[in-house]
């Protein structure tokens, strides 16, 4: 018998997806990861009350690099996407994303302080606009243009787009991975999305 709140995490291949659904279930929820080739499987059964979507080594730019299934992003749900999960998301939803290895930049790796530029529905209660809040990054591909209804609600040093929300869809995007030990205030942003 399946709990009637559940979430599906899409697996794009990272090594914390574990970690993301330990958050959930830390947060009282329900969820089951199903790999981005049976995802839209995983969905028709699941009937998830909302969808993450996982990091991944894979970079979104390579050619063949795992894509979400498209029906995901018409259903109507609630949405986070996890680094590569907010690339891919806004990739296919008409944004532009870059390799990293290209002009100056190689990526962001380790330890990085966002600021909170806007207010935005997953920070209620937890974050407010101006705070500087220490998170955890690992990504060598950047968002260069967030596709159309997103907006920036927070910054970092190197990922001008660490959090984007078009909160009319409720479709959201963390650069950072708030699954970590190593993004203090990260289960509580994960408990803020699935409830």
Request: with cysteine; charged share 20%; aromatic share 10%.
């Amino acid at each position: 018998m399946q709990p009637t709140d559940s979430i599906l995490i899409v697996d794009f291949g990272s090594q914390v997806t574990q970690l993301i659904a330990r958050r959930v279930r830390e947060a009282g929820v329900y969820c089951e990861i199903a790999p981005s080739s049976l995802a839209l499987a995983a969905y028709e059964r699941m009937k998830p009350k909302g969808i993450i979507l996982s990091g991944s080594p894979a970079g979104v730019p390579e050619e063949g690099s795992p894509r979400a299934p498209q029906e995901l992003f018409d259903k109507g749900l609630p949405i986070l996407g996890i680094c590569y999960g907010q690339q891919v998301m806004s990739h296919q939803l008409g944004g532009r994303v870059e390799p990293g290895n290209q002009g100056e930049w190689e990526g962001e790796f380790g330890r990085a302080f966002i600021t909170i530029t806007e207010e935005c529905t997953l920070f209620d209660g937890l974050w407010k606009v101006g705070e500087r809040h220490q998170v955890w990054m690992s990504h060598g591909d950047k968002v260069t243009a967030f596709a159309p209804g997103f907006r920036i609600v927070a910054v970092s040093d190197g990922a001008p787009f660490a959090v984007i929300a078009d909160e009319e869809r409720q479709f959201y995007g963390t650069q950072f991975h708030p699954e970590v030990a190593h993004t203090p205030d990260g289960a509580k942003l994960i408990a803020n999305f699935v409830h």
